[in-house]
């Protein structure tokens, strides 16, 4: 496989320097990409980044993932209005540990392959590199003018920042650059990654190469990525959409891509799943003949869930999909874990009862009544009970009176009440 062949009909590439194409068809490349620390989870605004390194490694080229542990701790002044919070060495190595696991489903750092992947974290080679070394070292070889020059610099100094940008973050794209001397002279890699955003401070690196020894090095950048009317991609209402369960549970983060429209959904399949040309081409002439039917969207999620969680928990995903969207059994709703149910039903109208009332027994139209107004009246519930249409836990209410106890919770705590077909509601036994 061919690297800029399939990054370039993926729509990956931004910006890329001359000889670059011509380096990776001569030989083993060692390339890395560089991932901010700040938090102990990535985000799908990384994914386009590490989607880059899994192609390298699957074209035969060796991929390093850098962990800016040092940078981290500064902050990159490239596209930010604001000054970062300083980290923490401990928080940092945290951060790493939990980067490293979510890469591991990417890529492979685990074989004995020459290609295998690598993590490396520049605190590891900046903690010991006092000021004076570091003035001589690097800053001597660049000018303040060819710093004052970089778009990021201009933006911040031009009024785009309240506060105007720190002598800290001015330094940073020498920090990165050195970054790039370092890894070229002990890792021998010719190559750095990175979003567009970024030109900048990896152009400050190759200069930085080319004016302390001489070398020849090179750079590829993907576009940033966005939604079709131009917004930010991979922010929700609730913020980001992360890798880890913890912060975005695998039924969020599945709907997250089976909800993209038809423009983006085209587009995505190309940069977040690791499908052949001739398999996504397949896929948007059969959605385009049927759009209703989502073929995309279902497919994109379905591959990026896999990729990123599991097989099994796309799966429950689907099957929690199944119990909000479609005719789901009340066995699929009893299979659902905690975190899984409160995710699904999130904004659908709560109640809570004590859940000793409960554990007494109650009757259905005295708890769906008063208790929790799910109905107006005892009549209007008797009615719409008789004509089929009360559901409790995915199951027709027989009797408007049927007597409800505790063994009608689900997870010990829960009780799903449906009015018609599309009204959920949800009693929290407390």
Not at 304 to 314: A, G, L, P, Q
Request: glycine share 8%; charged share 25%; proline share 2%.
């Amino acid at each position: 496989m061919n690297f800029v062949e399939e990054l370039k009909w993926r729509g990956m590439v931004h910006n890329m320097m001359p000889g670059t194409e011509e380096l990776l068809e001569k030989e083993m490349v060692t390339a890395y990409l560089g991932i901010d620390p700040t938090a102990d989870s990535l985000h799908i605004g990384h994914l386009c980044g590490v989607m880059m390194l899994r192609h390298f490694q699957r074209c035969g080229h060796k991929p390093l993932a850098l962990v800016g542990g040092a940078t981290g701790m500064i902050g990159d002044p490239s596209g930010k209005s604001q000054e970062r919070n300083l980290l923490d060495e401990e928080t940092l190595r945290h951060n790493q540990e939990c980067i490293k696991k979510q890469l591991g489903k990417f890529l492979d750092f685990e074989s004995d392959a020459p290609n295998r992947a690598e993590l490396v974290n520049n605190y590891d080679w900046m903690k010991d590199f006092t000021f004076l070394d570091f003035a001589r070292t690097v800053g001597k070889h660049i000018t303040v003018n060819y710093m004052m020059a970089k778009d990021s610099v201009q933006k911040r100094l031009n009024g785009e920042a309240r506060d105007g940008l720190s002598f800290t973050e001015f330094t940073y794209q020498l920090l990165q650059g050195y970054d790039f001397l370092h890894l070229y002279e002990t890792r021998g890699c010719k190559l750095q990654l990175g979003g567009s955003d970024q030109w900048g401070n990896i152009t400050t690196g190759a200069e930085l190469i080319r004016r302390t020894n001489g070398g020849e090095v090179f750079a590829l950048t993907c576009p940033l990525v966005t939604k079709a009317d131009g917004t930010k991609f991979g922010k929700t209402e609730s913020g980001n959409v992360w890798l880890d369960a913890r912060y975005t549970s695998p039924y969020k983060f599945y709907q997250f891509w089976l909800n993209v429209s038809d423009e983006d959904a085209e587009r995505y399949i190309k940069i977040f799943t690791s499908l052949t040309k001739e398999e996504i081409d397949a896929l948007i002439a059969e959605h385009k003949e049927a759009p209703h039917l989502r073929v995309l969207q279902k497919r994109l999620a379905r591959e990026v869930t896999v990729m990123v969680h599991s097989e099994e928990d796309y799966n429950a995903a689907v099957e929690a999909s199944g119990i909000l969207f479609g005719n789901a059994t009340s066995d699929a709703l009893k299979r659902l874990d905690e975190d899984t149910l409160l995710s699904v039903f999130e904004g659908v109208p709560q109640f809570e009862v004590a859940k000793s009332e409960i554990e007494a027994g109650i009757k259905a139209v005295d708890l769906f009544v008063e208790k929790a107004a799910i109905f107006p009246s005892k009549g209007e519930m008797r009615k719409m009970t008789q004509g089929g249409g009360v559901s409790l836990n995915k199951e027709k209410l027989t009797a408007f009176d049927q007597v409800i106890t505790a063994d009608d919770l689900l997870d010990e705590k829960y009780l799903l009440v449906q009015r018609g077909k599309k009204n959920y509601y949800l009693i929290i036994a407390k």
